[in-house]
């Protein structure tokens, strides 16, 4: 009996009533110039009700396959907890099951991973919108971008008048579409990506050099990990509902030394389909979780992303470097700036979580702290330094 080879890379993705997309997505990881027979892929079928059983389980693979089924809906954490359970290989990639990926996505993860241990490789910020399968379910801007790409491609116009004519799910690519690389005429650029490359890229690099939260691009779209660095900080937090649960796993990794990087070469295509109205206010129940387990500035610093009129990416992270540079040099100086910075940071995650307007965040301070705050105030504005903390501190003082 030949022996086999070592497993090298585990891909785990979760599912659920994602066929045929799950299916495309596989797909596209045949199509990979890394060494397969050095790969497993587990699927963990997170209770589906779709086809996605029935068409998995005997289909062939040309790297080691895993299904894995829980019969009840457990949630997306859950679900690749179950696949950490599971997992032989070096290097962990995390796959969204309606992610189609290019034919170099496993050789570059692998090979940065051999060049520096406990280090991340994010995707998301490479991440584009693809018409895969047209739904009837999709949202009326879904629709029309649907059908202006359809109206481009011949034989593609008349799919789209069958379906007015009787709406029901559509197939628009299929596997040799994937072989070819044809599926990218399908495809647009997400608005998130052309923000990334403007907040983040250019400010900070492939490298992310000086990012200092970059542990919110722990999307567990695509994105990878040793598996040693898991196993150091244990499995994900199994939050209920949409969201965070990813980002909380990137928190641990980050304060656990772990590097990270991306690639411009980590182009990758989210399937599109119906999305539910729900997840944003489940999001903001799961990121209070996030933030109650830790309680931290380093960490509590994003919520100035949800603000009536948010600050940025890039923002934040400087207002964080400029805290971290004035708690380092003056602490003993601002007690009651500091005490207060961080009151209104948590104050936003908890009114957050209530759906309550983000308003009324400066806590009640005593008489002598008053007058603390204020002296405070005139010794930081006298190192005529830190501007945009100031002006952070002032605005959520005042909202």
């Known amino acids: 009996m030949a022996k086999q080879n070592p497993i090298e890379i585990s891909v785990i993705i979760p599912t659920y009533n994602k066929y045929p997309q799950n299916l495309l997505t596989l797909y596209s990881l045949e199509h990979q110039s890394f060494d397969l027979s050095k790969v497993e892929v587990i699927m963990i079928d997170d209770g589906s009700t779709d086809q996605t059983k029935k068409v998995l389980e005997s289909h062939p693979f040309p790297f080691s396959f895993y299904y894995i089924r829980s019969e009840k809906n457990i949630g997306r954490p859950a679900a690749r ?47 584009k919108r693809l018409y895969s399968v047209l739904f009837p379910d999709f949202s009326q801007k879904q629709l029309e971008e649907c059908r202006e790409l359809m109206m481009r491609h011949r034989g593609m116009a008349q799919k789209f008048e069958d379906f007015t004519n009787s709406p029901q ?23 998130f990506e052309t923000l990334y490359k403007y907040l983040i890229i250019n400010n900070y690099g492939y490298s992310l050099t000086n990012y200092q939260i970059p542990w919110q691009l722990f999307g567990t779209g695509h994105v990878s990990v040793s598996k040693k660095a898991i196993d150091q900080v244990g499995p ?16 641990r990794l ?25 997840i944003k206010d489940e999001s903001k129940k799961n990121y209070y979780r996030f933030q109650e387990t830790y309680k931290e ?33 003056h602490l003993s100086k601002l007690p009651v700036i500091r005490r207060t910075f961080y ?52 605005r959520l003082e005042n909202l």
């Open 81 to 127: 907890n179950l696949g950490l359970k599971a997992a032989r290989g070096n290097i962990i990639i995390f796959l969204d099951a309606e992610i189609l990926v290019r034919s170099n996505f496993l050789q570059i993860h692998h090979s940065y991973h051999q060049q520096t241990p406990n280090l991340v490789v994010t995707g998301i910020m490479f991440l």
């Open 236 to 251: 994900f937090a199994e939050y209920p509902g949409y969201g965070w649960d990813d980002c909380e796993m990137g928190y």
């Open 343 to 394: 009151l209104m940071l948590r104050k936003i995650g908890v009114l957050a979580s209530q759906k309550s307007k983000l308003t009324n965040l400066k806590p009640e301070l005593s008489h002598e702290d008053r007058k603390k705050l204020k002296d405070e105030r005139l010794f930081l504005k006298s190192l005529n330094r830190y501007e945009l903390f100031i002006e952070c501190f002032e």
């Open 254 to 278: 980050y304060k656990n030394g772990a590097t990270y990087v991306t690639d411009r070469r980590l182009i990758s295509y989210h399937q599109e389909h119906p999305v539910l109205t729900s």
């Open 297 to 329: 500035v380093d960490q509590m610093i994003i919520s100035l992303t949800f603000l009536p009129h948010p600050y940025n990416l890039h923002e934040t992270n400087q207002i964080y470097i400029q805290y971290q540079q004035l708690m380092n040099e």
């Open 169 to 191: 799910v559509i197939p628009l690519i299929e596997k040799r579409d994937i072989f070819r690389q044809n599926y990218t005429r399908m495809s647009l650029p997400t608005h």
